[in-house]
């Protein structure tokens, strides 16, 4: 059989493992014993029809969802399916167990160094060693250490992400307030615990201090991160040293620049590199065909929201309010974001926005 190597047991890497490890000899390489990542865990409906999902991997289901206006106007929803709010660690143990159930290896306390005449050096308990592999895939997120190792990592920016969860009695309703950083979030975890959490630009670093000062209840944790922002110049694919190295998840730069949001992306691409390899097809391409549109999109609405002032915002906000664009609101995913130009064909009023959009040329 030949030999995969995956860098990184979080969902990019897990899940290509699991769709591989039936047709190849497939060793995942985690630099960690435990899983801990900085995440949210949200997800929309049509993560079912990726994975089956365990009952007990999930925390939270909501289906009320209110976007907060910067003169506190804001616009209410009901999903017809429910947000998911997974334990994101639980989520990862998962998949990575699915993976190993099905054949794959893994190899955890291992960190992967570079790649080194046609082999794959790594560390684990001090010691290098150097492995042979036929295929590497780099799913080791934001700072990929492979994608750096094959020269894929180019120039990259990242936006910075932290989150709090805190003690706050709620009414299970998802509240985000766009105009807070870039985006800003309040998830309810329980009853009477809610997650608050900020993705801004690094020019702006002490958002999520501010947004967290609208709260004055008890914080029991803080984590901060980063989290890239979509490239469509980074390559995907290369072959170096004789190995077919590749790139996903947040290694690829995969994720949604409007909120920050990449575990549906990173799924999405799992399955479609597995069948690339299994059928020797060209991964660059069915992946951008995919998945790479939307998170385009994605990048040029987070560039028109950056230009976006309060008084935008407040009036935005008010026109959502029609009645058949949020019926769309409630129904479409907001993964794939092209229903905007539905959006803006129902509700001509709308296309005035795009105004924000010639505010910089440089956009399309
Ligand atoms: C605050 C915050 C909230 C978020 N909320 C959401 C959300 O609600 N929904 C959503 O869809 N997305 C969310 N995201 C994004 C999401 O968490 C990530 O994009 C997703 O985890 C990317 O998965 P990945 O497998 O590509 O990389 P990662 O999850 O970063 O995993 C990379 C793995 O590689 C390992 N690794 C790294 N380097 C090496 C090495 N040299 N050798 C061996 N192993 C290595 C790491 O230990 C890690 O396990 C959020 C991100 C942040 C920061």
């Known amino acids: ?180 950083g870039c985006f800003s979030w309040v998830v309810p975890r329980t009853e009477d615990e809610v997650e608050v959490g900020t993705m801004s630009h690094y020019t702006d670093s002490q958002a999520f201090t501010r947004f967290l000062q609208k709260f004055n209840n008890q914080i029991l944790s803080k984590e901060a991160s980063i989290i890239p922002i979509y490239s469509p110049k980074i390559k995907t694919y290369k072959k170096f040293n004789n190995i077919s190295t590749y790139l996903i998840g947040d290694s690829a730069t995969m994720a949604k620049a409007t909120t920050g949001g990449s575990i549906m992306q990173s799924l999405t691409a799992a399955k479609i590199l597995a069948d690339c390899i299994i059928n020797n097809e060209d991964y660059e391409k069915k992946w951008r065909a995919a998945i790479g549109n939307q998170l385009y999109l994605h990048l040029k609405i987070r560039k028109a929201l950056d230009k976006f002032k309060a008084e935008d915002w407040n009036e935005l906000i008010k026109l959502l309010k029609d009645e058949k664009i949020k019926q769309i609101l ?28 010639l505010r910089n040329r440089n956009f399309f």
């Open 1 to 180: 059989m030949e030999k995969v190597i995956v860098v990184g047991g979080s969902v990019a890497g897990g899940f290509t493992a699991y769709k591989l490890a039936k047709n190849f000899d497939v060793e995942i390489i985690e630099e960690h014993s435990h899983f801990k990542k900085t995440c949210s865990g949200i997800l929309t409906d049509p993560i079912n029809n990726l994975i089956d999902i365990r009952p007990s991997i999930i925390e939270n289901k909501i289906k009320k969802f209110r976007i907060y206006a910067p003169n506190n106007d804001f616009l209410e929803l009901k999903f017809k399916k429910p947000d998911i709010i997974f334990n994101r660690e639980k989520l990862n143990e998962y998949i990575v167990d699915i993976a190993v159930k099905d054949g794959a290896k893994l190899r955890q306390n291992t960190k992967f160094i570079k790649t080194q005449r046609g082999k794959v050096l790594l560390k684990s308990d001090n010691k290098e060693f150097s492995v042979n592999t036929n295929y590497l895939i780099g799913a080791d997120g934001s700072l990929s250490a492979v994608a750096k190792s094959v020269d894929l990592f180019l120039h990259r920016n990242f936006f910075l992400a932290a989150k709090s969860i805190i003690k706050m009695e709620n009414d299970n309703t998802i509240e985000v307030y766009p105009h807070f």
């Open 330 to 357: 409630e129904t479409k995913s907001r993964d794939n974001p092209y229903f905007i130009f539905k959006m803006m064909f129902l509700k001509p009023s709308l296309i005035k926005f795009s105004k924000v959009f």
